[in-house]
């Protein structure tokens, strides 16, 4: 039995065979897939589908730093309102990205803060997006931490020695499709992380595993990352889906 910790099953990639999908997913092992938001367009249809499915899906809220523009506030306030509506189990995706722009790092910190902040306060973890910003983030992390923060870097892609940084921090290292392709050297990286300290996820519809790499992802995928830990740490693919499993549940707290 396997957790998708990361994917975006809502959103339009899949308006046509949602269904199948879903049913694919299921009966590769996936029992929950958590479900993070971008921002407040993908709102409705992350929540409609999270309803349909209250025991497989668990949606989170936050606003993603590639929708972090000028008008972000007014942004902000629409998780706010999502935030004291209903009850999340963690703020996500939030972070920081200077791969597509860098001109809007400084928007983007404040939106990382101030959603690190809402975490804070309701003592629920944040799933972070780091693209070409691992200083950046990281310098907000440690001035933002106590005991009150937690979560984990979703997608990791760093080096041994920066997820080292992420595992003293207390945070878990989210790994995905990358593991798999060839050359990413982030195979190496992964084998040097306890189990303990890993969640996976697909971050589907992107990001999809060898040997689907360059399609569309869905959730079913996730057995092949899962493989390919199993064959690092030299265990079987159900320890793996026993104890990410478990690590999921503790850090959402379900
Ligand atoms: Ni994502």
């Not at 990205?97 to 975490?119: H, N, S, V």
């Not at 009150?148 to 003293?168: D, P």
Request: proline share 4%.
């Amino acid at each position: 039995m396997f957790i998708d910790s990361h994917s975006h099953i809502y959103s339009e990639e899949f308006s046509s065979d949602r269904e199948e999908v879903i049913q694919r997913a299921i009966h590769s092992g996936i029992h929950k897939i958590i479900l993070p938001n971008i921002d407040s367009s993908t709102i409705k249809p992350m929540m409609d589908l999270a309803d349909s499915n209250p025991n497989l899906f668990i949606p989170l809220i936050g606003l993603h730093p590639t929708s972090v523009k000028d008008d972000f506030n007014k942004e902000l306030e629409i998780m706010e309102y999502w935030l004291n509506k209903r009850k999340f189990l963690g703020i996500g995706e939030i972070g920081i990205d200077l791969y597509w722009d860098k001109t809007l790092l400084k928007e983007q910190t404040e939106a990382f803060r101030i959603q690190i902040g809402w975490a804070k306060k309701a003592k629920i973890p944040i799933v972070i997006h780091v693209r070409d910003s691992f200083a950046e983030v990281f310098e907000v992390i440690e001035q933002e931490k106590d005991d009150s923060l937690f979560g984990v870097f979703h997608s990791f892609t760093g080096t041994a020695e920066q997820a080292s940084q992420v595992i003293e921090l207390g945070f878990k290292i989210g790994v995905g499709g990358i593991v798999t392709f060839k050359n990413s050297g982030l195979d190496a990286v992964i084998q040097q992380v306890a189990l303990e300290h890993i969640l996976i996820e697909t971050d589907s519809p992107w990001l999809a595993p060898v040997p689907h790499r360059g399609k569309r992802n869905e959730s079913a995928y996730l057995t092949a990352i899962a493989t390919k830990i199993a064959t690092l740490h030299n265990i079987t693919i159900e320890e793996v889906g026993a104890t990410t499993t478990q690590n999921t549940k503790q850090l959402f707290g379900f």
